[in-house]
């Protein structure tokens, strides 16, 4: 029997509240690419040994960046995180606890792929620190699997999840809309089974065709369909009217969770909080600066081996840090605050937040109460095209 990794929590209820952050660890390995995917990952797992060493390394490097601030949620992303066993997890977990202050109940997640999730890993995931799953279904259809280039099917899919909802209570499974073919039907059908499992989390997002991908590749050659902006509103509609009888609450464009059950690590990133990005490509905030980590596995390794950091950092100017207020705000159910504009930018933005948003108050996309600017049920879907049009592009 292995030698069980014992996470001490080295803070105390009598100690002064501290400022609260996240740690963000990006695994970059997938068994296969999905052809949406603009990710940073790799599909060979050669150097998978010496990334979990740097990884580690990066933690103890990087120790002091938080300004001593209490880790909340940990969250292992990528790539697929769950290509790592358990122990590898555990490891890089307790190097966490070993350089940081972390709270009695922090929220851990791990990103999961269905292929991955056998009834032991499962079972051993349950008795590590790991205490929230982010399971990546997309759909329950095996033509839509196909044809993202899944490395799971369908009765994967639903195998690991009638496994994982006995031994998790806190589990969010991904979904994706506006799939080529995908009928409006079958994607009520896909939001059901979702619901059948019982999960209190839900994220979905649109298929979407970024640059470089093979999807974008295939569109052009006309192999597959190209996606259909109209057919994705739709199915965004629907999947808000569902999940809302449901009972859960639409708390951030693409998130949906039951009433405790939302995504602290995510949440954090909406509300400004810090957080540290561990691992290449990885992206940190500090309050004031943003960083991110070489998006190439052996220059990071190199250089992390070499005790340096392969880092490019960015100071927010205050029409950086308003203009993404005002994006992440538009998001979410909490909305931008006029009175923070005014307190933290000064009055003029304020103005001028409030001039731009006429014309989509007008158009029943937007609204303000109790001096908060929110989208409207019909403006969510275009929160991030209107947030480009509230931007402020020069100094005032």
């Given at each position: 029997m292995k030698n069980k990794i014992v996470f001490n929590h080295n803070n105390t209820s009598s100690e002064p509240q501290k400022e609260v952050?996240?740690?963000?660890?990006?695994?970059p390995f997938c068994k296969q690419a999905c052809y949406y995917c603009n990710f940073h990952f790799s599909t060979s797992l050669q150097k998978k040994e010496d990334m979990i060493a740097c990884l580690i390394k990066e933690v103890a490097l990087r120790k002091n960046e938080l300004n001593n601030?209490?880790?909340?949620?940990?969250?292992?992303?990528?790539?697929?995180?769950?290509?790592l066993s358990v122990s590898e997890i555990e490891t890089i977990i307790s190097a966490i606890y070993h350089h940081f202050t972390v709270v009695e109940t922090p929220e851990i997640t791990l990103e999961a792929n269905p292929d991955d999730l056998s009834e032991d890993k499962i079972k051993a995931l349950a008795q590590s620190p790991i205490n929230r799953l982010s399971i990546g279904i997309q759909s329950f259809f095996e033509?839509?699997?196909?044809?993202?280039?899944?490395?799971?099917?369908?009765?994967?899919?639903k195998e690991c999840l009638a496994i994982a909802t006995r031994y998790f209570k806190n589990i969010s499974l991904d979904l994706i809309y506006g799939i080529p073919d995908c009928t409006n039907e079958e994607w009520r059908e896909n939001i059901q089974m979702a619901l059948d499992f019982g999960v209190p989390h839900i994220s979905s997002y649109a298929l979407t065709v970024e640059p470089n991908t093979a999807l974008?590749?295939?569109?052009?050659?006309?192999?597959?369909?190209?996606?259909?902006d109209d057919k994705a509103e739709e199915q965004f509609l629907i999947l808000v009217d569902e999940l809302e009888k449901a009972n859960f609450i639409h708390y951030e464009l693409s998130n949906f969770g039951k009433q405790g059950f939302f995504s602290k690590n995510n949440s954090s990133y909406w509300l400004g909080k810090t957080y540290l990005g561990i691992g290449p490509a990885a992206h940190s905030f500090n309050g004031t600066q943003r960083s991110w980590n070489v998006q190439n596995n052996p220059k990071y390794i190199k250089a992390i081996q070499q005790n340096k950091l392969p880092i490019q950092r960015e100071t927010l100017t205050v029409v950086d840090r308003y203009n993404e207020y005002v994006m992440t705000g538009l998001r979410t159910i909490w909305g931008v605050s006029i009175e923070k504009?005014?307190?933290d930018f000064g009055n003029n933005y304020a103005k001028y937040l409030e001039k731009q948003s006429k014309k989509f108050i007008q158009q029943d996309l937007l609204y303000i109460e109790n001096q908060i600017l929110k989208t409207t049920k019909k403006g969510k879907f275009l929160s991030d095209g209107i947030a480009a049009d509230l931007f402020m592009l020069n100094l005032i």
């Open positions: 952050s996240g740690i963000y660890i990006h695994i601030a209490t880790i909340e949620t940990i969250y292992f992303g990528g790539g697929t995180p769950s290509v033509r839509d699997l196909k044809l993202m280039n899944r490395a799971h099917n369908a009765q994967e899919a974008e590749k295939f569109i052009e050659k006309e192999v597959i369909e190209n996606v259909d504009i005014e307190n």
